[in-house]
């Protein structure tokens, strides 16, 4: 289900950068998103915290707590546990505002410190899913376990 928000929530972020979904666009939006296979709750999930993360930005007056040109490299360690198409995602939710460094620093210190080996997209998706809704109060898994979890829900 995270990982299902999260893609809802890149899809929103590519189609709405600024933040602004009209009451015109929203149900054929939700038509479409539930012919792609997601959920209502997945869906309503998304929206809420689309909507509610873009009026923290406009209150908070900031977009990122770096400059905007600056960006993270990989470590030698980091690059052999997170795969390109993983890294990839990261820097995409980076350049759609959705997480900041900081955020993009933590998910990737926890991919490599509970990840394992070969961290790939669906577990990318997991540490991005519980990173942004932990840090927003609306954290969708309990405990540090979920972190341990592999795909296969197999605790490591």
């Known amino acids: 289900m995270e990982r299902n928000i999260v893609e809802i929530l890149v899809i929103l ?5 600024e933040g602004a979904i009209s009451q015109e666009e929203f149900e054929p939006l939700s ?3 539930v012919k792609q ?12 915290w689309y909507h509610n993360r873009q009026i923290a930005k406009e209150d908070s007056g900031q977009n990122t707590d770096f400059m905007p040109d600056s960006f993270r490299v990989l470590h030698d360690v980091e ?12 820097i995409e939710l980076y350049q ?8 993009l620093d ?31 109060g609306n954290f969708l898994a309990s405990g540090l376990s979920y972190y341990l979890k592999t795909p296969s829900n197999r605790i490591q």
Request: net charge negative; aromatic share 8%; no cysteine.
């Open 31 to 33: 038509k479409d998103l």
């Open 79 to 90: 690059k052999s546990v997170i795969r390109p198409d993983a890294y990839g995602f990261l």
């Open 37 to 48: 296979g997601y959920t209502e709750q997945e869906i309503e999930t998304a929206l809420f």
């Open 96 to 103: 759609l505002s959705m997480i900041t460094l900081s955020d």
């Open 13 to 17: 972020m590519r189609e709405y950068p």
């Open 106 to 136: 933590a998910i990737i210190e926890k991919s490599v410190l509970l990840g394992g080996r070969n961290v790939d997209l669906d577990d990318m998706k997991s540490f991005v899913a519980a990173q942004i809704m932990e840090q927003d």
